[in-house]
């Protein structure tokens, strides 16, 4: 079963076919247009001009779309000469989003030229190949504060703005609610904080239609409901549930893991209705 569009922004995994006058993106399960600006370096306001597309439209992208890409610029840099090459040893504690940041590449461009797949686990004592900026056709980003290079989030992950509310004990969560924040920027939805490996419980009864990891948010559920509507569970270490299970209400999804940005255990909290994203503290339980 497909999921419906408006949670497609979710999804962040790069394909690229390339046109004869200028780059073309084909959009796959996983992208979304920051993503794919920032994988071949360019800005997204350039994306969404060269596209006639509008900031609503980024949450709209369909797989199979064709993309414009600005410019002559390249979404691997696996092709770099050696002499544009140096040598990183991994040190204890390093992730590949400091290491990313310390030498002003994206995290895509690193793992591209290491040929490494997004579950790979950095180790300590690992070589990693480091492209120049010019090399690697991006411009060179600020390096990081010494201490915070590791916070750094992962390239092409959607900004999270957050408000934080009081929280209300009256409305039941998916987890134990410590503390729960609006997100405020281009995403609609909660975050709720609670403790590390505790059960995600589901809200109502309905059937899963995407059940995977999704760069930025852990792993993710999503569930289709009556009615409509669509509750998206992120933030999970792990699932309990597979595509095309019927879940009821209070059954387990997975277990809460720890946001890589903020290294709190969040679960990320959206729901829509017919497309349109809804306050999730008014959305139908059982």
């Given at each position: 079963?497909?999921?419906?569009?408006?949670?497609?922004?979710?999804?962040?995994?790069?394909?690229?076919?390339?046109?004869?006058?200028?780059?073309?993106?084909?959009?796959?399960?996983?992208?979304?247009?920051?993503?794919?600006?920032?994988?071949?370096?360019?800005?997204?306001?350039?994306?969404?001009?060269?596209?006639?597309?509008?900031?609503?439209?980024?949450?709209?992208?369909?797989?199979?779309?064709?993309?414009?890409?600005?410019?002559?610029?390249?979404?691997?840099?696996?092709?770099?000469?050696?002499?544009?090459?140096?040598?990183?040893?991994?040190?204890?504690?390093?992730?590949?989003?400091?290491?990313?940041?310390?030498?002003?590449?994206?995290?895509?461009?690193?793992?591209?030229?290491?040929?490494?797949?997004?579950?790979?686990?950095?180790?300590?004592?690992?070589?990693?190949?480091?492209?120049?900026?010019?090399?690697?056709?991006?411009?060179?980003?600020?390096?990081?504060?010494?201490?915070?290079?590791?916070?750094?989030?992962?390239?092409?992950?959607?900004?999270?703005?957050?408000?934080?509310?009081?929280?209300?004990?009256?409305?039941?969560?998916?987890?134990?609610?410590?503390?729960?924040?609006?997100?405020?920027?281009?995403?609609?939805?909660?975050?709720?904080?609670?403790?590390?490996?505790?059960?995600?419980?589901?809200?109502?009864?309905?059937?899963?239609?995407?059940?995977?990891?999704?760069?930025?948010?852990?792993?993710?559920?999503?569930?289709?409901?009556?009615?409509?509507?669509?509750?998206?569970?992120?933030?999970?270490?792990?699932?309990?549930?597979?595509?095309?299970?019927?879940?009821?209400?209070?059954?387990?999804?997975?277990?809460?893991?720890?946001?890589?940005?903020?290294?709190?255990?969040?679960?990320?909290?959206?729901?829509?209705?017919?497309?349109?994203?809804?306050?999730?503290?008014r959305a139908p339980r059982a």
């Amino acid at each position: 079963m497909r999921v419906h569009n408006s949670v497609l922004y979710l999804l962040l995994i790069s394909a690229v076919c390339i046109a004869a006058e200028e780059p073309v993106h084909v959009i796959q399960r996983g992208d979304t247009i920051y993503s794919i600006a920032r994988s071949y370096g360019v800005r997204v306001e350039d994306v969404l001009s060269l596209n006639g597309m509008t900031d609503t439209d980024v949450l709209r992208i369909q797989v199979g779309q064709r993309i414009k890409i600005p410019g002559n610029v390249q979404s691997s840099a696996s092709s770099v000469p050696a002499a544009a090459i140096t040598e990183h040893r991994v040190a204890k504690g390093e992730t590949f989003y400091g290491i990313a940041r310390r030498y002003g590449i994206t995290l895509q461009v690193l793992r591209n030229v290491n040929q490494v797949s997004e579950n790979y686990i950095l180790k300590e004592g690992d070589v990693l190949r480091i492209p120049t900026t010019a090399a690697a056709g991006i411009p060179k980003t600020s390096p990081a504060p010494q201490g915070e290079g590791d916070r750094t989030p992962a390239a092409g992950t959607v900004p999270r703005l957050t408000e934080t509310r009081r929280v209300d004990a009256s409305i039941r969560w998916p987890v134990k609610a410590q503390e729960v924040s609006y997100m405020t920027g281009k995403l609609n939805g909660v975050v709720v904080v609670g403790e590390k490996s505790e059960s995600i419980r589901n809200l109502i009864q309905g059937t899963v239609v995407s059940a995977g990891p999704y760069r930025g948010f852990g792993k993710v559920a999503i569930i289709q409901v009556a009615g409509g509507y669509l509750y998206v569970y992120g933030g999970c270490e792990s699932l309990s549930v597979k595509v095309g299970d019927r879940v009821a209400s209070g059954t387990e999804l997975g277990k809460l893991g720890v946001d890589a940005v903020s290294e709190k255990p969040q679960l990320f909290l959206m729901v829509y209705r017919n497309n349109n994203p809804m306050d999730p503290a008014r959305a139908p339980r059982a």
